[in-house]
Every structure is written in C-alpha cells, then in structure tokens.
T-cell receptor, first 112, second 114 residues
Framework: TQLLEQSPQFLSIQEGENLTVYCNSS?????LQWYRQEPGEGPVLLVT?????EVKKLKRLTFQFGDARKDSSLHITAAQPGDTGLYLC????????????FGSGTQLTVLP | GAGVSQTPSNKVTEKGKYVELRCDPI?????LYWYRQSLGQGPEFLIY????????DSGLPNDRFFAVRPEGSVSTLKIQRTERGDSAVYLC????????????FGPGTRLTVL
C-alpha cells in the first residue's frame, strides 16, 4: 500500500501546455521531495519542501507543499519535450527522516 | 565527480539461485540506502546504513534478503533462493550524513528471475 498517492498516473500533452501533478497522503510529512526519473537511470532530486504552505519555483516548475504537510503539487508551465519523464514525490516522516516513502509516480510525455 | 555506481546493470537468474548486487556510493558519503522499484511503481525502501552498521532494515521483505557494508563504503545486497517476485530494479542511494541530506541515486540493477 502506497502512503503517497500520485495523480494522474499517466499524462500526455502537447508542447506548450501547462500541467499539474498531485501527491496526496493521509500522513503528515516532515519534508517532501520531488524527483524526476528517466529510463535506465535513478531518480534525480528536483526540490525539497519542508514548511507547510511553502512554494518553490525552479524555472518553469512550481512546487507547493500543503498547509497540513500532507499533500503537494507540481505545476509545469509551457511544457517542453525535455520535460518528459517519470515524476515521483517522496516524503520523509518525522522520526524516520532517512527513509523516503515514494509515490507511484506520474509518467509525463510531452509531444512536440 | 563520480556518482553512485551499481553493478551489474542487469542480472538474469533462475528461481532458487543466489545473487549479489553491488553499490559503490559517492566517495565520503556515510549514509547508504537500498530501494526496490517494481514496474510501474515508485521505489520502496529496503535498508539504510550509517557507516558500517544497518541503522534501519525495516524494509527488507523477508530473511532471504541481506545487505552488508563491511568497510563503510561499498555495499552488497544479497538475495538467497530468489523468487520470480523478486524481479525488479534495485536502486542504491547515498548521502553525506543521512537524515534530511539529499540522497543521490545510482542507475540501478535490473534483476530478472526466470
């Protein structure tokens, strides 16, 4: 059973469109991370959010941590084919900060 | 500098056989993690080392799985009497000190049990 639920599971969009990926849980996390994974490679960290309500921007990517620290979202503006990949959220539960709990991932395909 | 490396990149074995998967962490990283990623799923935590000792092995699915890190650097994940359900990508990650430090992942070893 995944503690973190991601939606949608699959997303295929045209270049230039905007999209949002959601990560939800009934558990409270001390921090939440977003990763991007490409085929044959390990996940690569994009961002870490630690404060409820926190918003972080990384170029065209905007990450938000929910006020109650149970959910997060990733918004991509003007998606490009290079954004294609598997996006994973991962949470650290207070007291077990070393063990990351991953969501099932969102496979994003951006078509040119 | 060099990232986390894992060998072999692919391993095919038969049901019931023993396998060893190796992880070389980033030099100087004291914390090392093993995760397992099944097809269509996110990585699932297996075990965490701080130095030479296993600080948290709560994710190991059963006693067929064992991991060591004898000198606090390279780690080996050992699976006895492999089963078809063990087929997955086994990922290793390291971080400089554990805790909230960023985990850097290797490319993984794809294990297929026939």
């Amino acid at each position: 059973t995944q503690l973190l639920e991601q939606s949608p599971q699959f997303l295929s969009i045209q270049e230039g469109e905007n999209l949002t990926v959601y990560c939800n849980s009934s558990s409270v996390f001390s921090s939440l991370q977003w990763y991007r994974q490409e085929p044959g490679e390990g996940p690569v960290l994009l961002v870490t959010v630690v404060t409820g309500g926190e918003v972080k921007k990384l170029k065209r990517l905007t990450f938000q941590f929910g006020d109650a620290r149970k959910d997060s979202s990733l918004h991509i503006t003007a998606a490009q084919p290079g954004d294609t990949g598997l996006y994973l959220c991962a949470g650290a539960i207070s007291g077990s900060a070393r063990q990351l709990t991953f969501g099932s991932g969102t496979q994003l395909t951006v078509l040119p | 500098g060099a990232g986390v490396s894992q060998t072999p990149s692919n391993k095919v074995t038969e049901k019931g056989k023993y396998v060893e998967l190796r992880c070389d962490p980033i030099s100087g990283h004291t914390a090392l993690y093993w995760y397992r990623q099944s097809l269509g799923q996110g990585p699932e935590f297996l075990i965490y080392f701080q130095g030479t000792g296993a600080a948290d092995d709560s994710g190991l699915p059963n006693d067929r799985f064992f991991a060591v890190r004898p000198e606090g650097s390279v780690s080996t994940l050992k699976i006895q009497r492999t089963e078809r359900g063990d087929s997955a990508v086994y990922l290793c990650a390291s971080s400089s000190a554990g805790g909230a430090d960023t985990q850097y992942f290797g490319p993984g070893t794809r294990l297929t049990v026939l």
